[in-house]
């Protein structure tokens, strides 16, 4: 069975929040100064929730840094040669063991809490107590604070699970079963690059919120591009799911490695206006899943590509033609002609169609090596032509309410019955 990220919704009743899975996960990593205090974390543990897996991992020495930054989603910039990273929460978890626990909550109870980096968000109160109990311990024996880590909410577990344990472990686990495993000796998935696509996407359809926008003909077998541009609503988490050696000057650029290739990837988000913010909500709701990845709903990649290709790319390509027309044909468009490519006017009037009916409205995107096309954009509803304007019948009523005292309008609306 497979278990995404994106399928996990929450819900308010009462103001109690909930999610959607029968019961929820955690993962206790004790780190070096709290091995000393296994059998005691165990004990208390096992009273509060349904042990899954005791083990523990043995990270490589030469991914160390980049494990730890990764878990804790602090970017690889590619500024910085692998054998000279430094993570700063090496010093935290103190060498390359630890012992991990995995739990299940079957009563969780949620609550907006801040964590210690300062995020406020929808945390279990049952393992964020337990967490501050076996904390307390050890920081009043030894006066270290964080010699203990744990995931705080059902998303977190869904980035760092799959990551730590590999996607089978990860699925086993998830259908209930509690393998006897005493000690993994792996790093990150993906930390010294991907064998193939399948193997990328499996790790990403766990661990994260995303879509491919585009170029994705012939995944999840190959990339004929070598490019992979994605949607997310979160661009770090799927970067560090990703291991991406990120730019320093945009750290939603950067490479991957997969089957030992160097691969660019861009990373849209919602907010960088790569589309309009409304658009890309829309796009990761109804996103597909096809071919073991996710991708867009056929109607809003063609008009996406459409967009992309005239408003944000100085020409469009013979291939683009082709995925364009192809699309056209199996949505129906008899509307449509490739040939209308050929004329900005024509296309913006088919995209100002679009984004009237959808109320979407241009916007200047982040990115600002993107082409921006005026012969096009100036078709376009933007942010002034989406306030609601009074018509003149409407303003001339509003302006003679504003002098005429209401007591009168009785009067008024007789007098005009009459002579109408």
Known sequence: ??????????????????????????????????????????????????????????????????????????????????????????????????????????????????????IIELSNLNTVHVKAEIRKWIFNDLGVEYAVHSTNGIYEFFFQAPLLLGVELFNTLMDG???????????????????????????????????????HEGFPHENSYNHL????????????????????SDGSKGFIKVGGTNIPVDIRFIG???????????????????????????????????????????TVTDKDIEILDKLAKDLKFTW??????????????????????HQYHYEDPIDKQLSQKRQIIRHLPNENSIIVRESKKTKLKRKIKDVIPESMFPLLKNIYNKVR
């Open 177 to 215: 079963e509690t393998p006897t495993i005493p000690r993994i000796t792996k790093d990150l998935e993906g930390a010294n690059g991907w064998s193939n696509w399948e193997e990328l996407f499996k790790i990403l359809n766990l661990t994260n919120n995303y879509l491919v926008l585009k170029n």
């Open 336 to 357: 449509y002609e490739k040939e209308m490519l050929h004329s900005d006017d024509a296309i913006g009037e088919i995209l100002k169609g679009y984004f009237k009916a």
């Open 229 to 248: 541009e994605l949607l997310t609503d979160n661009y770090q988490r799927v970067a560090s799911a990703l291991a991406i050696n990120q730019l320093s």
């Open 1 to 118: 069975m497979s278990h995404y990220y994106s399928s996990i919704k929450f819900s308010e009743k009462n103001n109690r929040f909930s999610h959607n899975l029968e019961a929820d996960y955690t993962c206790f990593a004790l780190w070096k100064s709290a091995r000393p205090y296994r059998d005691k974390i165990r004990a208390l543990l096992s009273a509060k929730f349904e042990i899954l897996l005791e083990t523990e991992i043995v990270w490589s020495k030469e991914n160390f840094h980049d494990n730890a930054a990764r878990l804790y989603e602090n970017p690889l910039y590619d500024s910085i040669p692998k054998e000279k990273r430094k993570s700063q929460f090496a010093d935290k978890l103190g060498d390359e063991k630890f012992n991990l626990f995995v739990i299940k909550d079957i009563k969780p109870d949620y609550a907006y809490v801040i964590s210690t980096s300062k």
């Open 272 to 314: 960088d206006k790569y589309h309009n913010t409304s658009w890309q909500k829309d796009m990761l709701n109804k996103k597909v899943n096809k071919n073991g990845y996710f991708e867009l709903r056929t109607d809003m990649y063609f008009f996406s590509l459409l967009y992309s290709c005239k408003v944000q790319k100085s």
